[in-house]
C-alpha cells in the first residue's frame, strides 16, 4: 500500500529524464542504484511539498552541494498523478 493516495513519477522518456539521469549519476556518489533511489526522492518531495531536493557536498564526486529542480505537473485525466520535470541543477561549494 502506498503511503499517500497520490500516485507520484519522474518523466520518463524525455530528453530532461535522461539529463537528470546524467547529472545524478554523473555526481552523486552512492551505491544504491538510482532506480531504487526514485520512490523515496518522490516520496519526500510531495510529504515536504517541494520541488527540489538537496545533495551534500559529502556524497558529491565533485564536493559541492548539488540541488536538483523539478516542475509539477498533473494529468487532467488523473488528479491524483504528480508528475515531476526535471529542470536542471545549481552546484554550490
Known amino acids: 500500500m502506498s503511503l499517500t493516495n497520490r500516485s507520484l513519477s519522474f518523466d520518463y522518456f524525455t530528453n530532461n529524464a535522461e539529463q537528470f539521469t546524467k547529472d545524478f549519476t554523473n555526481y552523486v556518489v552512492t551505491e544504491i542504484p538510482f532506480f531504487a533511489l526514485q520512490d523515496e526522492l518522490l516520496h519526500l518531495m510531495d510529504k515536504r511539498q517541494i520541488t527540489h531536493f538537496k545533495i551534500p557536498s ?8 548539488h540541488i536538483f529542480y523539478f516542475r509539477i505537473d498533473t494529468i487532467n485525466e488523473y488528479k491524483e498523478m504528480k508528475v515531476y520535470h526535471y529542470l536542471g541543477m545549481d552546484l554550490y561549494t
Open 58 to 65: 559529502y556524497k558529491c564526486i565533485d564536493r559541492k552541494d
